[in-house]
């Protein structure tokens, strides 16, 4: 059973950071492009960022470029995203998916307010 959980959300200061982590399993996760997902109150969700199977540079919504950071761990079945500089406007539920099968994982809050 594909299962994708995130964690690492919290409440935090304008301006702070938060790393967030989506352990994977139950498919194989190197042979896959991943993104990160967010969904605020009452809006639609939106997508955050994106790297390939092997990492290296990922790829940004225009709204996070420069503050956030997506990477992956493959021996430990694991995506990360490094938010730094954060905004009021980044407050919102994140979660992981796989694009090619458009399977998401269970979110994490992360909430930005002073």
């Known amino acids: 059973e594909v299962q994708l959980q995130a964690s690492g959300g919290g409440e935090v200061q304008p301006g702070g950071s938060l790393r967030l982590s989506c352990a994977a399993s139950g498919f194989a996760f190197s042979d896959y492009t991943m993104s990160w997902f967010r969904q605020a109150p009452g809006e639609k969700p939106e997508w955050v960022s994106s790297i390939g199977r092997a990492g290296g540079a990922g790829i940004y919504a225009d709204s996070v470029k420069g503050r956030f950071t997506t990477s992956r761990d493959n021996a430990k079945n694991t995506l990360y995203l490094q938010m730094d500089s954060l905004k009021p406007d980044d407050t919102a539920v994140y979660y992981c998916?796989?694009?090619?099968?458009?399977?998401r994982g269970q979110g994490t809050q992360v909430t930005v307010s002073s």
């Open positions: 998916s796989i694009p090619a099968t458009g399977r």
